[in-house]
Every structure is written in structure tokens, then in C-alpha cells.
């Protein structure tokens, strides 16, 4: 059995719970993919499976070798492929359909995507410094103050907290619950925010450390999201 899918964040919605609670949630486009590559135990020292996301793709956007790389196996065109782990002795080949279907409703899922970039920014937005008072003319407000001592050891110490690139990194949200899944359209709304914008390619794989069960959360009443998503919903 493969543990994750690729996918695409959608957007967000939301849905309630039976108690009336507001729930927000991501909807995301979790495949169809195909595997591409099986990596085993014998031959590469771990398992795992190369997951390629079906999209179109021109074939311009691809190499002469990735692209003869999906013509040997009789595979449709992937420009996102990534990896995931399998269980153990898992009968996963090359070929083989990976769909939404492999989770259920209340499932608990990491999800991987690249950050929204938010290009240079100062220690207030950063590094969430408090800034100075905003009043009776301190002419201090969003600066970083000082950074370094003098005398000793007159220089600046690796690792001091300061303005930059904030953004655009990989990041994983951990346990994000399964709220509802569409398995004609392969679509997943999950519990909370995923990282990136709309549109970006996201790696979604089962939870390493699963929480408890989630107080207060029995299911969805009422509103189902992925019915409002096609509906022409938030």
C-alpha cells in the first residue's frame, strides 16, 4: 500500500460540525497519479515509490529524457513527480493508479507544499520582534536594535535574527483531519490550512504520529464543502 498522493491545493472552504461549530477547510485536487519508479528494500536499500500527478502537460516542459523515461513504461507525461513511503512488502509496481480513495473521512494527514513567498521583510514580520513604542516621538518602531557588542567579541554572532527572505520554503502541517472526501473527482477537503497558494503541488501522505481523537469534531453536518465547491462556493 502507498502512504501518500500528490495533489494540488484547490482553495478553501468550510463546513460545520453537528454542533454547530465552524470549520475551515482546504479543499485539494489529490490526484489521479501514477507510479512512475518502485524503489525496494533489495535494490535501493528502502521502499518507496516514485509518484508522477496526471495533468496535462506539454511536452516541451519536459526534458528529451524524462520524457522518454515515461514512453518506456507506455506513462502519461508527469512535471510533478516526488517520492512516498510503501508499507512493507507492499505489491505497488510500476504503473499502477494511486486515487483520493485511499483515505477516509477522519484520517489524519501531513501535508508538504513550498510556503508563499513573501520576498524581503523586516524582523517585526520575520521574526515577530515587538518593535518599539509607537508614541511620544521614540523614533524607534520596527527596527531590530542592536545586534552586536563592541568591545567584545566585535562582530555580529552567526545566527543573529534579522531582515530577509521570508518564504518560499518547504513546510509540512502536520495532522490535518479528513473532513470529507470526493472520489469521482479525487478531491480532498482536510481540517485547516495547507502552506502555498492556490494551485500549488502539495505531497500528502498519511500522519507519522496520528493525535487522539479530536474533541467536539463528529463529522459534518448539514454542508458538505466539496457539494459547495461545485456548486461555485467559497
Known amino acids: 500500500m502507498v502512504n501518500g498522493i500528490l495533489g494540488k491545493k484547490i482553495g478553501m472552504s468550510e463546513a460545520y460540525t453537528p454542533a454547530g461549530e465552524r470549520v475551515p477547510v482546504t479543499l485539494i485536487q489529490a490526484g489521479p497519479c ?3 519508479q518502485r524503489k525496494t528494500r533489495t535494490t ?3 521502499e518507496a515509490a516514485q509518484l508522477g500527478l496526471v495533468e496535462f502537460t506539454r511536452a516541451s516542459r519536459l526534458s528529451k529524457a524524462e520524457l522518454q ?3 518506456k513504461h ?3 507525461p508527469c512535471r510533478f513527480v516526488r517520492e512516498v513511503g510503501v508499507a512493507e512488502g507492499s505489491e505497488a509496481k ?7 480513495e485511499m483515505f477516509k473521512e477522519r484520517d489524519y494527514l501531513d501535508v508538504e507544499g513550498i510556503s508563499k513567498g513573501r520576498g524581503f521583510a523586516g524582523v517585526v514580520k520575520r521574526h515577530h520582534f515587538g518593535g518599539g513604542a509607537a508614541t511620544h516621538g521614540s523614533m524607534f518602531h520596527r527596527a531590530p536594535g542592536s545586534i552586536g557588542a563592541s568591545a567584545f567579541p566585535s562582530r555580529v554572532l552567526k545566527g543573529m535574527r534579522a531582515a530577509g527572505h521570508l518564504g518560499h520554503a518547504q513546510t509540512t502541517v502536520r495532522n490535518l483531519q479528513v473532513v470529507a472526501v470526493d472520489v469521482d473527482d ?3 477537503a482536510v481540517r485547516g490550512a495547507v502552506p502555498g497558494p492556490n494551485g500549488g503541488y502539495l ?3 498519511r500522519a507519522v504520529q496520528p493525535p487522539r481523537a479530536r474533541r467536539g469534531f463528529a463529522g459534518i453536518a448539514n454542508t458538505n464543502p466539496l ?3 461545485k456548486r461555485g462556493g467559497k
Do not use: T
Not at 510500476?94 to 483520493?100: C, H, R, T
Open 44 to 46: 535501493d536499500g528502502y
Open 69 to 71: 523515461r515515461f514512453e
Open 34 to 36: 501514477v507510479v512512475v
Open 94 to 100: 510500476i504503473g499502477d493508479q494511486v486515487l483520493a
Open 186 to 188: 479525487n478531491i480532498l
Open 203 to 205: 505531497v500528502i501522505q
Open 74 to 76: 507506455s506513462l502519461p
Open 227 to 229: 457539494k459547495a465547491s
